[in-house]
């Protein structure tokens, strides 16, 4: 019997949790009340995504929630459909589980995933979305938080030319020197789970 590699849990390495760092943040929700948060992410990007939220803050572009994904065990679905803004989460690729995905580096934030949603032809993720430029919370092309990221090196899910648009999603392309950092103990993570999942 095969299990799906996807579905095992993966364990982070110890040199890359190392890296993690825990930001509180301030934000107004969509009852324009004042709220603080926490997001993880790695420290390379610490002064990127403070700033980020300075101007989100300064904005009043509201957020229903800032919570690290560990509030919903890791669950990538049960955090967005909580319209949770977020950023770590020791995950692969959704189409990939041989790559770890830039979440799982702590190198890319979710933003408002009811507002901005992952669309793929009739698949919208969280199924309750709706993406209206109009709304508030949304990101567009033009949005001075969409600018702020770009300007700063970060690649917006909206702009991609694939079968999908994930308008929610953030990330930073992590380079060979980041990657090599963690390389071997991250091969030893996904080895160890493409062997359990041959069981």
Same mark, same amino acid.
């Given at each position: 019997?095969?299990?799906?590699?996807s579905s095992i849990?993966l364990q =982070?390495?110890? @040199?890359?949790?190392?890296d993690?760092?825990?930001?509180?943040?301030?934000f107004?929700?969509? +009852?324009?009340?004042e $709220?603080v948060?926490?997001?993880?992410?790695?420290?390379?990007?610490?002064k990127?995504?403070?700033?980020?939220?300075?101007?989100?803050?300064?904005l009043?572009?509201?957020?229903?929630?800032?919570?690290?994904?560990?509030?919903f065990?890791?669950?990538?679905?049960?955090?967005?459909?909580?319209?949770?803004?977020?950023?770590f989460?020791?995950?692969?690729?959704?189409l990939d =589980?041989?790559? @770890?995905?830039n979440?799982g580096?702590?190198?890319a934030v979710?933003?408002n995933?009811v507002? +901005?949603p992952?669309? $793929?032809?009739d698949?919208?993720?969280?199924e309750?979305?709706?993406y209206d430029?109009?709304?508030?919370?949304t990101?567009s092309?033009?949005h001075?938080?969409?600018?702020?990221?770009?300007?700063?090196?970060?690649?917006?899910g909206?702009?991609?030319?694939k079968s999908?648009l994930d308008?929610?999603?953030?990330?930073?392309?992590?380079?060979?020197k980041?990657?090599?950092e963690?390389e071997?103990?991250i091969?030893?993570?996904?080895e160890?789970?493409?062997k359990?999942?041959?069981?």
């Amino acid at each position: 019997m095969q299990n799906n590699p996807s579905s095992i849990p993966l364990q =982070p390495p110890q @040199i890359l949790l190392d890296d993690i760092v825990s930001v509180q943040v301030k934000f107004f929700d969509f +009852n324009e009340e004042e $709220k603080v948060g926490e997001i993880e992410i790695h420290k390379t990007i610490q002064k990127d995504i403070q700033e980020l939220f300075d101007l989100i803050y300064e904005l009043k572009f509201p957020l229903q929630s800032v919570l690290p994904v560990s509030e919903f065990n890791y669950e990538d679905d049960a955090s967005m459909n909580a319209n949770n803004t977020s950023a770590f989460n020791f995950r692969t690729v959704a189409l990939d =589980p041989s790559r @770890i995905s830039n979440h799982g580096y702590g190198l890319a934030v979710d933003i408002n995933p009811v507002q +901005n949603p992952y669309i $793929k032809g009739d698949r919208v993720l969280p199924e309750s979305a709706v993406y209206d430029e109009a709304e508030q919370g949304t990101l567009s092309i033009d949005h001075p938080i969409t600018q702020f990221m770009k300007k700063r090196g970060y690649i917006w899910g909206g702009d991609w030319d694939k079968s999908y648009l994930d308008y929610q999603h953030f990330h930073k392309e992590p380079d060979l020197k980041f990657l090599s950092e963690y390389e071997s103990e991250i091969a030893e993570v996904l080895e160890n789970r493409r062997k359990y999942s041959s069981f």
